[in-house]
Each structure stands twice: as structure tokens, then as C-alpha cells.
């Protein structure tokens, strides 16, 4: 399945683990539609798609843990069956026989609050938080942001995040309907109701997570809805605070990859500093008989993500050494 696998069997090292991962369900039990750039959109079919992830990945019998990169639920769910949906597309995660990662996304907090929607999806942090980390092996880590941390939608009218970010959305977007990008210019066009931004607190948090992690001689991958980089995605899709956060990153050499969803035709690529950038095709616009999900195989000097159908196996190699 494609030169990553390839090149694993070919080096004969196996890896130190492996995991699944999915993107954009977005299922709703409504009729077929499309993207406001036109896109099909198969509503009913993504949790065909998810059910066969977990068929495989259960089938191979390896996989530590699964990865969720939010949005299991479309925003265009009827807001009377958005409880029950979500319920219904988490109990398909856990037909997989191992831990499963959520995260939050814009669609997910369209149906519930965060107050709501953070115990279904088994976050269980403080203060409604939705960042977290985790270690399955000693020599990773994994840290999850919240990418709507800063955001207008899923925290109550009246809260203190939600008054930023709509200061910040006045500020940064002059138009009247705060999703769209006229007039906005090359990456300013990220400045929309539907992206958020990762706050002080959180960025404390991560400061001190990748200190720990430098310490621990840990290699880290980063998870986000949101992209972090706009040579991965589009610049609609984009963190507000995207170089804020790489500006931190890039202060430590312990993270190798970020792996994001929201930009459903996905996308790779490698900044200045070397940290690998896959946006995750999306499970929602695959047609009828097509699929998009995957697994990542783990090595110490890199990750193979091995995509299955319209997500794009990748071979992501640390630190290369260029030769003149």
C-alpha cells in the first residue's frame, strides 16, 4: 500500500508501535449535499467509513490506540437528534479495541456546548478544557490542543473566551457575516468564526510539556483540528494563532510531526525547522465504495502513515540531513 509500507518491510525494523487514524466524519442522517465550494458531501456514508477503519483496524491487531481528529458530527445535524448522533458515531469508535483520542471541532461544538460535548467524547479535564497528552511508548509523546480554546462557538455567550474572540474577529475581519474571507488577503483569510485560537493558558501548558518532553529525550506529535501550517492546508483552514504556536514549537527540537484535520483534501509539508505538517484527508467526501482513513506505523527516525483509499500514504523521515 504504497512506498511506505514498501520501505518498512524493505528495512526489516518493526515498528515501535502503531496506531489508527480518521478525520472529519461528519456524519448526519440527512440527505447528501456539498461544500460551500461546491464539494459532494456524503452525510449518511461517513459512518460506513468509519465502521470499515475499525473493522481494519481491529483486524490488524496492533494498533495501541486510535485518533480521532475531530468533527464526528455535521453542523447541518438537526440540533434535536445532535445528543443521539453523537452518541451513535462515539459508540462506533468504541467497537475498536483499544483507547480511542478524541478532539473537538468547529461541527462538534455546532450541536453541543463543550460542557456537553467533552464527556461524550471521554475528555475529562478541568474547567472544560480540551487539551491534553499522553505517552503510549517512553520515547513519544503526544499532545492534543484545542484549537477552539479561543473561539465564538461551543463556550456559553457570556464567557470571558468567547468576548475575546469576537473582539478579535472585529478586529481582524471587517465583514458583516464573520465566515467569510472577502477582502482578507493570503493567510489573514483564517480570521473566521469557524477556526479559534489556543489561549495563554494552554500555551503555558504546551511550553511545559515540551520542556518535559526535552528533558525526557521524547520525540513529539502534535494534534490538532486546525492546521498549523499554511503549506499544509489552505489559509481558511488555518489556527488564528498557527505561528504563535510554531514560534513555540520551533523552541524545542522534540517535535517531529503535527498532524491536523478540518482541511478536507488534506495536504503535507515541511516547514524551516523541519517538523513534518499532514492535514488528514476527510472521511465525509468519500463517495459510496471509496474510503479515507489509515494507520501510522511509529520508528524511532520516522512515521509512515499508510493511507487507505483517498488518504495518501506518507513517509515522514526526521531531521534529513542535506548533502551538498
Given amino acids: 500500500m504504497g512506498s511506505a509500507n514498501g520501505l518498512a518491510t524493505a528495512q526489516g525494523r518493526p515498528p515501535l508501535f502503531s496506531f489508527g487514524l480518521i478525520s472529519d466524519v461528519q456524519y448526519a442522517d440527512i440527505p447528501d449535499g456539498r461544500s460551500f465550494l ?9 459512518i460506513l467509513v468509519l465502521q470499515s477503519a475499525v473493522k481494519e483496524w481491529n483486524t490488524h491487531q496492533k494498533h495501541k490506540f486510535v485518533v480521532n481528529f475531530g468533527d464526528i458530527v455535521d453542523g447541518f445535524c438537526p440540533k434535536d437528534q445532535s445528543l443521539n448522533t453523537i452518541k451513535k458515531v462515539v459508540d462506533e469508535f468504541e467497537m475498536f479495541k483499544g483507547p480511542i483520542y478524541h478532539m473537538i471541532g468547529n461541527h462538534c461544538l455546532y450541536n453541543l456546548p463543550r460542557s456537553e460535548l467533552l464527556p461524550l467524547l471521554n475528555i475529562r479535564t478541568l474547567d472544560d478544557r480540551a487539551y491534553y497528552d499522553f505517552s503510549p511508548v517512553p520515547e513519544y509523546r503526544f499532545v492534543v490542543l484545542d484549537g477552539y480554546d479561543i ?6 455567550n457570556d464567557h470571558p473566551k468567547t468576548q475575546e474572540a469576537l473582539n478579535f474577529l472585529r478586529e481582524k475581519n471587517p465583514n458583516e457575516d464573520k465566515n467569510s474571507p472577502n477582502g482578507l488577503v493570503g493567510i489573514e483569510r483564517r480570521f473566521l468564526m469557524f477556526n479559534g485560537a489556543v489561549g495563554k493558558e494552554q500555551m503555558g501548558w504546551l511550553d511545559g510539556v515540551l520542556s518535559e518532553a526535552s528533558k525526557l529525550e521524547q520525540k513529539v506529535v502534535v494534534c490538532c483540528h486546525l492546521p498549523l501550517h499554511p503549506g499544509s492546508a489552505t489559509p481558511v483552514a488555518l489556527l488564528w494563532n498557527f505561528d504563535e504556536v510554531m514560534d513555540l514549537i520551533h523552541r524545542y527540537n522534540c517535535v517531529k510531526v503535527c498532524l491536523a484535520g478540518h482541511n478536507h483534501k488534506g495536504g503535507y509539508s515541511i516547514d524551516s525547522h523541519g517538523v513534518h505538517h499532514r ?9 459510496p465504495g471509496t474510503d479515507a482513513f489509515g494507520y501510522v506505523d511509529v520508528y524511532d527516525d520516522r512515521i509512515s502513515l499508510i493511507g487507505t483509499d483517498k488518504m495518501k500514504s506518507t513517509d515522514m523521515h526526521f531531521n534529513p540531513k542535506v548533502t551538498l
Fill in 279 to 287: 492535514v488528514l484527508e476527510a472521511a465525509l467526501e468519500c463517495p
Fill in 151 to 156: 473561539s465564538a462557538i461551543g463556550w456559553p
Fill in 38 to 46: 461546491g464539494v459532494p458531501r456524503y452525510y449518511r456514508h461517513s
